[in-house]
């Protein structure tokens, strides 16, 4: 399994208790007419790319153990097309919150955090993750751009 300190990470926060769709939900005020996709996330592997691309830019209306669920399944589809769209609603949910995050893992957990942001960095740089906006998770990571 590529990434195992990352997949055990999104794993201690399974299932999520925002999902993708209820996070649509909630984006919408309650009304679920742009949440017809159902989905059933108990683990990270269960989530798909079609479902990331129908409820792309939700990530603002999780909580943060929902953002660490998923993590993993996020950097696994960016690895695969860098032209990901839910990638920077994702980032930029993450770096308002990093500080927070960071306070909830373990050190070995916010290795495993910072591994697979490093990685995404490494994958597509500026260029298609948007870190200009991303100030804080440059910090936690160790880049400047």
Request: with cysteine; charged share 30%.
């Amino acid at each position: 399994m590529k990434y195992k300190e990352v997949y055990d990470l999104s794993s201690k926060f399974s299932p999520p208790k925002i999902d993708l769709r209820m996070a649509e939900i909630l984006d919408s005020y309650g009304d679920e007419s742009h949440a017809k996709l159902p989905i059933n996330h108990n683990r990270p592997e269960d989530v798909t790319r079609e479902e990331f691309d129908y409820y792309g830019w939700i990530y603002p209306f999780m909580e943060v153990e929902d953002i660490l669920f998923y993590f993993y399944p996020i950097l696994i589809e960016y690895e695969k097309d860098k032209k990901f769209d839910c990638i920077d609603s994702f980032m930029y949910t993450t770096d308002r919150a990093i500080s927070d995050i960071q306070k909830r893992l373990e050190p070995h957990e916010r290795e495993a955090l910072k591994l697979g942001l490093t990685r995404i960095w490494e994958i597509g740089g500026n260029d298609y993750a948007d870190w200009h906006q991303c100030p804080n998770l440059q910090r936690f990571i160790g880049i400047s751009v």
